[in-house]
């Protein structure tokens, strides 16, 4: 991305008829969809010695609270920069053929850019001189379609890559870098190979294609790399936005659900393709009409605090944003006709900007939230040619934030062309000779600097408690694979089951939501697939009625609950598993349908926001659920059975 990736969105979204004329520049002219991706095999993988760049690590990653830590448990912090091309390059209007049509004039040719000047082995050692220990490597739904072979003119300096298809040269890609020790995340993009981002058939990741077909895309591509270790991340869709007429949503169960689509990829990537995969769920990027008086907003990560995300892997999850100092929280960062009044990240003052970071992003990284999870800025950058002092001093202020909290992050972009594209790190002549912040003069080296080599938390980072949650508000949320693997338990209803190794603790009196947790006593299930379904009161004990007049679902002596249904608000069933030591039969009762009734920490964070909520101690696991069914009652649960943790 670069400055001119926002500077039309104002006027094609505030000119009606612009907007006609240029939503009807589809690209035609480019390579049509075939109706299966292309099935030859990329090259295989052999790992090799890391360089002095990429450090030492073992795949695969994982995430420990706001941290991203390697197989030993050590932190692997991202030092990432972006190698675009493989997306597309064309701007949408004028002749695909012709560079002077493509950004920056940068025909990219739908392969990652650079592959004509410099050969592979040179621009690997290039980016260990860089100091990045990864590349997040954006890709278009179009470019793993296409069967046409790139010219021979885009792979000059790397002639083993004539008539390959988009997709095989990528192949290549993915295998220098790995081979080269760096990690590598894979990063839809775009749909169409066109640059993005504005009305361009790209704003969501179903605007030219269905949500199943990006979603078997994405099993595709996670599966062509599964046997390739350092492929450590699947980066799910680009700077979701605005097209003509809608705007994304953050969980209103429609066809354009983020969050729901977020949450059906990278479920399916890591069942059906890669389990070893991070799943990185960008926020939204722009909603409204960027039009004084009118809602606009750049949302970010700020829908993550009451509503989160909970993959059938509870350590996968990283979220990730964008921050360019020519746009702003509600600014799309157009100039002239159409640009609104609202200040740019550039105009703020360091502490303004340090706190709407804090508020769109970084408030994620909190441990001991429903929402903890690392947090990548996956895109950031500013042009070596760049002489504005607001825009210098913004890269300096937002650069030291990154130091400050310790911020996992990728530079936007890796590689251009000189006398194109001043904004990339590495730029390179017709001749291959390289250019840019290696060299002497660039202004941007400072800066880099600074925030490549300040030190940060290393080493091995301990578990600690994990909070997620489960949100059945548009349907099922059974995140266990020991429970999928069992079948359907409550067919017709709406289900949510905690992650493996997790617990419920926690239950709202309206909405569905629940809170799990593994919080002082780990994975407490015992081993084997046995399970019970409790619909009625027969594991209530003679004697043990802890929630008078109520309807009460008690799991059987030894077990505890790790999920529960729903047939509207009226609780359906409880799920219950055997636990791997006999818990103890006693219990209290904690209501929660007139007002909260939460520990005094409020650990796991508020999971039902607007909803009264009930949840046991962090020493105590849920035996029972209780409810009403009495005419003018929410039939929703109103009191949990809380048991001490066997000793």
């Keep these: ?50 360089g002095s760049a990429t450090g030492t690590w ?70 260990r001189t860089l100091g990045i220990n990864s590349v997040r490597l954006p890709f278009s739904n179009e470019m793993i379609h296409t069967t046409t072979p790139v010219p021979d003119a885009a792979v000059t300096a790397n002639p083993a890559l004539r008539g390959e298809t ?23 993009h775009t749909n169409t190979s066109r640059w993005c981002c504005g009305i ?44 003509v007429l809608d705007d994304p949503n953050w969980g209103l169960g429609d066809a354009h659900d983020w969050y729901a689509a977020a949450q059906l990829a990278g479920d399916r990537i890591l069942t059906e393709a890669n389990p070893n995969l991070l799943i990185v769920v960008e926020g939204i990027n722009w909603t409204g009409i960027p039009v004084d008086g009118f809602p606009h907003d750049r949302p970010t990560l700020a829908p993550v605090r009451t509503l989160s995300h909970t993959l059938v892997d509870a350590h996968k ?102 006398g194109h594209d ?25 800066a880099w600097d600074h925030l490549m080599n300040s030190p940060g938390r290393t080493g091995y980072i301990a578990p600690g408690t994990t909070w997620r949650m489960l949100a059945t508000d548009h349907g099922d949320a059974v995140e266990s694979l020991r429970v999928r693997a069992g079948g359907d338990w409550d067919s017709g209803a709406y289900k949510a089951v905690c992650p493996d190794g997790l617990r419920l603790t926690g239950l709202a009196h309206s909405g569905g939501r629940g809170l799990c947790t593994d919080a002082a006593a780990g994975d407490l299930r015992a ?11 027969r594991y209530v004990p003679a004697g043990g009625d802890w929630a008078s007049g109520y309807t009460k679902l008690q799991c059987p002596a030894g077990q505890f609950v790790i999920g529960y249904s729903r047939r509207g608000e009226r609780v359906s069933a409880v799920l219950c598993v055997p636990a791997r030591t006999t818990p103890s039969a006693a219990g209290r009762t904690v209501w929660f349908d007139r007002s909260d009734n939460r520990p ?33 009652s929410t039939p929703g649960p109103a009191a949990v059975l809380c048991a001490p943790l066997p000793s």
């Design 317 to 418: 999850l990283v979220y990730s944003a964008h921050f360019y100092g020519y746009t702003g929280p509600h600014h799309s960062g157009a100039t002239g006709i159409g640009e609104t009044s609202d200040l740019r990240y550039q105009d703020m003052t360091r502490d303004q900007l340090y706190q709407v970071l804090a508020d769109q992003a970084f408030y994620v990284t909190t441990e001991g939230k429903h929402y903890t999870a690392p947090v990548w800025v996956s895109e950031f950058g500013i042009g070596a040619g760049e002489t504005g002092t607001a825009a210098r001093t913004w890269f300096g202020n937002i650069t030291d934030y990154f130091t400050d909290h310790d911020t996992d992050f990728a530079y936007w972009p890796l590689v251009g062309w000189e």
């Design 422 to 446: 001043d904004w990339a790190l590495l730029r390179y002549d017709g001749a291959g000779h390289r250019y840019g912040i290696l060299d002497g003069g660039d202004w941007r080296a400072t």
């Design 1 to 50: 991305m670069s400055i001119t990736k926002f500077a039309r969105i104002v006027t094609y979204l505030t000119a009606p008829l612009m907007v006609l004329t240029l939503s009807a520049t589809a690209p035609a002219t480019a390579a049509q969809r075939s109706t299966a991706p292309a099935t030859s095999a990329p090259r295989s993988a052999t790992p090799q010695p890391a």
């Design 200 to 243: 361009d058939g790209n704003e969501r990741w179903n605007s030219s294609q269905s949500t199943g077909q990006w979603a078997d895309d994405w099993v595709f591509m996670a599966g062509r790399y599964a046997a390739n270790p350092r492929v450590v991340g699947a980066d799910l869709y680009n700077e979701v936005r605005r097209d």
């Design 58 to 127: 073992q795949p695969p990653l994982s995430t420990r609270g706001r941290y991203i830590v390697d197989s030993a448990g050590n932190r692997f912090r991202l030092k990432a920069a972006n190698w675009d091309g493989a997306q597309g390059s064309w701007n949408g209007s004028g002749s695909i053929d012709d560079p002077a049509d493509h950004h920056a004039g940068q025909d990219s040719h739908g392969i990652p850019l650079g592959l004509d000047r410099v050969p592979l082995p040179q621009l690997m050692s290039d980016f």
């Design 166 to 188: 988009p997709l095989q040269v990528y192949d290549a890609v993915v295998t220098a870098l790995t081979d080269a020790g760096f990690a590598v995340i894979l990063n839809n």
């Design 600 to 632: 005094a920490d409020a650990a796991g964070d508020d999971f039902a926001y607007g909803a009264y909520k009930g949840q046991c101690a962090a020493g105590e696991y849920i035996a029972g659920v209780a409810f009403t069914t009495r005419l003018g």
């Design 527 to 537: 081993t084997g697939q046995d399970r019970t379904v409790v619909t009625d009161e």
